[in-house]
């Protein structure tokens, strides 16, 4: 069975992510035009993320190693390893979790 979401009409979640397609063992969430200055806390999370920037630019900081991501580079949080981002420029980008976040 196919299923289709729209990023004009999907759910916003709780931290401003669009919720987009979910299956049993992968979800994929769009963070959009998160503005300059915004400073995510520090987090350890049950599932590992790969992501891919659309715009903007952002630094993403994985167990004290810093990496400045822009448009068109994509990266990859462990399962469990602690880390941040900090928006440098209106970011837009496309993360999929595995397992789902929730």
Known sequence: ???KIS???ACEGPHGE??????LTVAMRMWRDEPPGTEKPVASRP???VGYVISGRAELTVSGERVVLEAG????VPQGAEHTYAILETFTAIEATSPPAR
């Open 1 to 3: 069975m196919a299923v």
């Open 73 to 76: 580079d994509s990266w990859l």
């Open 18 to 23: 669009v919720a987009l397609a979910r299956g």
């Open 7 to 9: 990023s004009g009409n």
């Open 47 to 49: 599932y590992e993320t």
